[in-house]
């Protein structure tokens, strides 16, 4: 059973280019979460897509934007980089699930793209 | 709005001794989920353990217990025997109610084992 995945592993970009990092998700979930984790820091929350729609979003700008598609799997874009975007950018998927065990879904992360932009 | 502190930066453990890493959170949700995630140097954040805010019990999973005292907003990880492949980065996190999975990450507490 693949858990997540995560492409590429590493990427460098300069300042102003425009990057898609991509995810697939574990088998049999459909949630995709994105994380951004600058060095020495926790991650931090971007975006999350369920049914191909962003349902929750963390405190970025409008130049990270996100798609996920019909398989679940989703893309990360990041337009106009700047150089405080050198981070670990994490994927983590789950399974939706309501009611009282809303708060017990897990989500697993992929091992991230670690991104640079000089 | 929910905030996870983690007071320790780095700790120290001899091998096979057991160690605690501490963990407060802060949130006005009833109902929420509290997770401890293990982060080797590979960057791939393994989940190790979950407590629901109203689980009567403290949650276990092998090595790793959570020390929950819910009154004091603390959710502490025990780890017991401890091996050198636990030397990594741990971070305690938290999700609250409300239908959405956003998930609430502390700053981490660096771990190294030593023989």
């Known amino acids: 059973d693949a858990g997540v995945t995560q492409s590429p592993t590493h990427l460098i970009k300069t300042r102003g280019q425009q990057v898609t990092l991509r995810c697939s998700p574990k088998?049999?979930?459909?949630?995709v979460s994105w994380y951004q984790q600058a060095l020495g820091q926790g991650p931090q929350f971007i975006f999350q897509y369920y049914e191909e729609e962003e349902r929750q979003r963390g405190n970025f700008p409008d130049r990270f934007s996100g798609h996920q598609f019909p398989n679940y799997s989703s893309e990360l874009n990041v337009n106009a980089l700047l150089l405080g975007d050198s981070a670990l950018y994490l994927c983590?998927?789950?399974?939706?699930?309501?009611?009282?065990?809303?708060?017990?879904?897990?989500?697993?992360f992929g091992a991230g793209t670690r991104l640079s932009v000089l | 709005a929910q905030k996870i502190t983690q007071t320790q930066p780095g700790m120290f453990v001899q091998e096979k001794e057991a160690v605690t890493l501490d963990c407060t959170y802060d949130t006005s949700d009833q109902s929420y989920g509290l997770f401890w995630y293990k982060q080797p140097s590979s960057g791939e954040m393994i989940f190790l353990i979950y407590?629901?805010?109203?689980?009567?019990q403290n949650a276990t999973e092998g090595r790793y217990s959570l020390n929950f005292q819910k009154a004091r907003k603390s959710a502490n990880l025990v780890i017991s025997a401890s091996q050198l492949g636990d030397s990594a980065m741990y971070f305690c996190a938290m999700r609250g109610s409300g239908g959405y999975q956003k998930v609430t990450f502390g700053t981490g507490t660096k771990l190294q084992v030593i023989p």
């Open positions: 983590a998927s789950s399974f939706q699930t309501s009611g009282a065990y809303l708060a017990k879904n897990i989500q697993y």
């Open positions: 088998s049999g979930h459909d949630t």
């Open positions: 407590q629901g805010s109203y689980d009567e």
